[in-house]
DNA sequence: GATGAATGAGATTTCATTCAT
DNA sequence: AATGAATGAAATCTCATTCAT
């Protein structure tokens, strides 16, 4: 998977493209507010009246990005996770592909879990239905395996949260330490933890 | 502990204080960038001269804010772990002067955690190095722990940071969504996760 | 007559009109200047490109459409007259034709009026030169009138623009205000006033 | 009366009232759409920080300016007519003040009379406003006159704005033209044309 | 210590017009 | 004739910071 890739937009302006592509590089350069639309409107070889035709304001650029970003990610680890039959090679592959993809593309990865935070309202709102949405898929695999009798009852949605949370500030470290370097050296005590924190035997054939 | 007392601070200005107590309702309320300095002048029944005598810059009242709340954060974490003997209970008195201490301070709790993320070099340093006292303390324990014997070897750097984002995570869940509330309901599920994921026998007499 | 009737515009191009058609109910709501272009193509159901290639921009649109109105207003304002023998039933005629239609055409009767006033030199100047031809009308038959000696000798320049100035003011308070309703109820009145003005003794008979 | 004094507003910023000046003569000259702000930062010798921490906006700048000589030129009108006791002195003294005071002024009544017509709702409606408080002059003037019987009974909402609509036309006129040269020229004409409208017997004794 | 009017660089956004297709 | 994406000059407004009182 890409993770940038927009080959399946077929029908999406070429100019819209060349807007977002800068606007990436842009906003995880310089953060959000620090970014100026001239800044875009330099780096994507446009001009201002183009990128205020691709979309309605600053904000509105941003926001798409990430979307576009979330959607990609998501949808790569739906995939990892469907091509598995096992629970455990499941969460494998799903762990697997989150660190790879955000490792690959570190600058993207800084604008979906760090550029937008403590933005106010509108931006705070998109990234938590982002992150919502992975809390989900975290959280319908733990019932299942709940369900399978795999691991004892608890409230899942605790459990997603702080999943999430253990991820999100390792790879945020990351992106600011560039610590640990590879980012997937952190991959298997992370696996460890996380297992182990519902009940899991570990090392059990592992990996 | 207080969290938002400035007692020993016998010296200060009162002026002083009653900028910095808008200047936390603001920021918390509507992030740093969306807070324009007449909101703290306006809210701190003060003028723009007294906050600029008083701080030579918007950027560092927000920095002094977050350094007086991390400090007192960390110290009445510190003294509750230490009034402990047991490893274990030093772990539960530092989760739950934690949570506590978040809980009872909701805006203040924003700010720290969530207001100035993402704001560019000198705020994520600052808050960055607050985090990283935490780590610091839970890797100090975790070590200990490790060197008694009583959890086995692994990289508590790592451990260290997923405990924190793991708190991290579900505060500022709560921080947005209310949920769960109180937010002292996580305790219980968080202490079995944390635990657990070290591979500590968990629920085995409780506490 | 119609007011907005092309009908003589044989060989003009559907599309022109139908730009024409949206302008007039565009400007006639926001105004010239709260008017955008893009709105006009919308509302017109054509393209920017099909906008200029009919008229080379925003202005002479607007003077475009504001010809048109004029010109047909003053016609049949014209005609009315023509068909009427006497000085006073010419006068009332004239009067008649002139409320009726602007009653009638309210939209249309905004823009004449009001849309372009205050808009700088080419437009004030275009807006004016129509005014300054109602005048004439008005100035050329109480010139006849005095020949004919039914009233006695005044500077009939200025009593033209006195009566142009009321008519012109109670149709624009009804274009705000809806007042009087129907517009025509101000007509016996506006009557008396003005033929009282030049001292033509009322009542006598009526009409 | 001065029309542009501001000497009463004792407590009002010198700075306000030289924004206000160099709006004035800003608007008058090149119309409300033309001047920019930074014309009348320019021509104020302030700086635009000033102008916005006086005004809210450029359209309350024009606003507050056309209050302003409204309330000057309604206030001196009705001085001057208090001063009279009889009812055709007080007509005569109210016509002589407000063309004395319009002549004396001629870029100010421009903005009064011309520069903000058509300028869309928040303009408009200020506008009208202001010309309905001097309708109402003209209605209770007349209203008294019918009372006492010098006049018979008679529509005086209509015959205001038609009075009103006439005065407007003319001096509108003026100020595109500078026609009549004086203004006041215009005036004996336009006594017996408004005295007579109403059925009043002019030329008796003149003035 | 305190006040609040003043500053001005710079940001976002608008929109009439052009032009390749 | 028609399309609509692209252009870019220019406009309004923001706001951290300064400074005379």
Redesign the interface.
């Given at each position: 998977m890409t993770f940038t890739d927009s080959a399946s937009d077929s029908g999406k302006s070429a100019t819209r493209e060349r807007i977002l592509d800068a606007a990436a590089e842009v906003f995880a350069t310089?953060?959000?507010?620090?970014s100026v639309v001239d800044d875009i409107v330099h780096d994507s070889n446009t001009s201002k009246g183009a990128v205020y035709f691709h979309f309605p304001s600053k904000q509105e650029i941003f926001l798409a990005l990430v979307s576009r970003l979330a959607d990609t990610l998501i949808r790569s680890t739906q995939d990892a996770i469907m091509e598995q039959q096992d629970g455990l090679a499941k969460f494998d592959a799903a762990l697997g592909t989150v660190f790879e993809a955000l490792s690959r593309h570190r600058a993207l990865a800084k604008i979906l879990l760090?550029?937008?935070?403590?933005?106010?309202r509108p931006f705070?709102e998109h990234l938590?239905n982002l992150l919502d949405r992975f809390a989900g898929m975290i959280k319908d695999n733990l019932d299942e395996a709940i369900a399978a009798g795999s691991i004892q009852q608890?409230?899942t949605s605790?459990?997603a949260?702080?999943?999430?949370?253990?991820?999100?500030?390792?790879v945020?470290?990351w992106l600011?330490t560039g610590k640990?370097d590879p980012l997937e050296t952190?991959v298997p005590?992370?696996r460890?933890?996380?297992l182990?924190?519902?009940?899991l035997p570990i090392g059990t054939a592992g990996r």
């Open positions: 310089k953060g959000y507010h620090s760090v550029s937008g935070a403590g933005l106010g705070d938590f608890m409230d605790i459990v949260y702080a999943w999430l949370g253990a991820v999100h500030e390792i945020t470290r600011y640990p952190a005590t992370l460890i933890l996380l182990g924190s519902v009940g």
